[in-house]
């Protein structure tokens, strides 16, 4: 269910200077990828309105234009429904990217979530006097020239206003690519794995991968598959895990031991296990870092990596494990931190992403850090919900699972306050007006 009426009859888009100002019904959200579509699912399902700023021109944008090919959702699909729908039974028990934009679009089809796609926000800042937010976003159409002249581009510039808002934007919206030394020197390519789609086309060639996480280990694995010499770059200790334990998810298995077990028991488990299936990981260049694996993911954020046939090829030497890049030399070269150099013909650095809600939001009520991941003392009880009005949804760094549980929590108390607004107001809507704004 969406909602929005244009303050003072204005249209919603103007080309002009001044932003057009949009009063809407219901909270703002921020982002449509998985969260911010289970926050307005849900809202939908409580009966009240919102609107969907989305800067891409779809759903899902980390999903549909950042993966590669072969992804597959790394935990089991009951563990990645989003609240209100189950997946589809007849998909795998571990989807594929396809599989699950397929999901995500009949989620927000089923739900009425129709965004407002190429908004991209670049302040939210709240209005203590209105008790407003006030959230401005540009959006861009290009006109044909006349005459075969040069096409024009348009910016325009509108703020919504809502006393609630939902920072929806994720953890994973903006690349991270490190910087390192002589990169304008390497004559070989250089991308960031959100750019990477297959090996087929690296058949072949010798390719410096940095990162170990589970998209490294991933496209190592792809590239191994496609004929190239892949070469993983190590910087620091990870965990390997095998995907599953005695037939089951080691993720399941892990959250029913945390029932009744301390999390370092639970460490000690899953490390045992791990040991007797996958074998001594630090003999191969992977050295396990002193910290469990759920104990380090709840300190850190850093998952644990989930094997799904990378291990076999770093075992048989055809995925190369390498020390951490110190700098680019000339020509193909890479110089490494223990004095080494190899020469390759491309470098992917599977290095990441990270939250932009630093750039926008100008009042975070103390909900984020200066590089926008969730405080750590907010983590338990009500940490989704800030002061005047402001939530945050899929910032737990507990997946899709947490995205749903946030979801539910912010939208059942959205639909608290927006019903009170209602009740309040005299006939006709609720009692915020255009002279507010």
């Known amino acids: 269910m969406q909602g929005q009426q244009d303050a003072g009859g204005s249209p919603k888009h103007q080309e002009s200077s001044a932003a057009a100002a949009c009063l809407v019904r219901g909270p703002i959200i921020v982002g449509a990828g998985p969260s911010g579509l289970a926050v307005a699912a849900t809202l939908s399902q409580h009966a009240v309105p919102f609107t969907v700023l989305e800067r891409s021109d779809g759903i899902a944008d980390l999903w549909t234009n950042r993966t590669y090919d072969r992804l597959r959702l790394h935990l089991p699909k009951v563990f990645c429904e989003l609240p209100h729908a189950r997946f589809p039974a007849d998909f795998p028990t571990y989807p594929t990217k396809h599989d699950f934009l397929r999901y995500l679009r009949s989620y927000a089809a089923r739900f009425d979530v129709s965004p407002l796609f190429g908004r991209t926000v670049t302040r939210a800042r709240y209005d203590a006097d209105a008790s407003l937010w006030r959230v401005t976003a540009v959006s861009s159409s290009t006109?044909?020239?006349?005459?075969?002249?040069?096409?024009?581009?348009?910016?325009?510039?509108?703020?919504?206003?809502?006393?609630?808002?939902?920072?929806?934007?994720?953890?994973?919206?903006?690349?991270?690519?490190?910087?390192?030394?002589?990169?304008?020197?390497?004559?070989?390519?250089?991308?960031?794995?959100?750019?990477?789609?297959?090996?087929?086309?690296f058949k072949g060639m010798r390719v410096l991968v940095v990162g170990c996480g589970n998209s490294g280990m991933e496209m190592c694995l792809d590239l191994c598959e496609h004929g190239a010499m892949p070469f993983m770059s190590v910087r620091s200790g990870v965990h390997v895990l095998p995907r599953e334990m005695f037939g089951a998810s080691t993720f399941g298995i892990a959250m029913k031991l945390l029932r009744w077990l301390p999390i370092k028991l639970v460490d000690r488990l899953l490390l045992l296990v791990a040991k007797m299936i996958l074998g001594d990981t630090e003999k191969h260049g992977l050295r396990r870092p002193k910290l469990g694996p759920l104990e380090i993911k709840n300190i850190a954020g850093k998952s644990p990596v989930l094997d799904v046939g990378a291990w076999s090829f770093i075992k048989s030497g055809n995925i190369k494990i390498?020390?951490?890049?110190?700098?680019?030399?000339?020509?193909?070269?890479?110089?490494?931190?223990?004095?080494?150099?190899?020469?390759?013909?491309?470098?992917?650095f599977a290095t990441g992403y990270r939250s932009n809600v630093p750039f926008w939001l100008k009042d975070d009520g103390e909900l984020f850090t200066e590089d926008g991941k969730a405080k750590a003392e907010q983590a338990s009880g009500d940490w989704w919900?800030?002061?005047?009005?402001?939530?945050?949804?899929?910032?737990?760094?507990?997946?899709?699972?947490?995205?749903?549980?946030?979801?539910?929590?912010?939208?059942?108390?959205?639909?608290?306050?927006?019903?009170?607004?209602?009740?309040a107001a005299p006939a006709g809507g609720a009692k915020i007006s255009s002279s507010s704004v």
Do not use: C
Request: glycine share 14%.
């Open 143 to 201: 006109s044909a020239a006349a005459d075969g002249g040069v096409a024009t581009t348009t910016e325009t510039e509108t703020e919504y206003v809502s006393p609630w808002l939902v920072v929806a934007s994720g953890e994973n919206a903006e690349v991270v690519v490190p910087t390192v030394k002589g990169r304008e020197r390497f004559a070989g390519e250089v991308l960031h794995s959100s750019a990477y789609r297959s090996g087929e086309r």
């Open 322 to 348: 390498v020390p951490e890049v110190e700098s680019f030399t000339g020509g193909n070269g890479v110089r490494f931190v223990d004095g080494n150099e190899m020469a390759f013909d491309a470098v992917i």
């Open 385 to 423: 919900r800030g002061p005047n009005g402001l939530y945050r949804v899929g910032f737990s760094g507990r997946g899709l699972l947490g995205s749903g549980a946030d979801a539910l929590r912010a939208a059942a108390d959205i639909a608290g306050r927006w019903q009170a607004e209602v009740t």
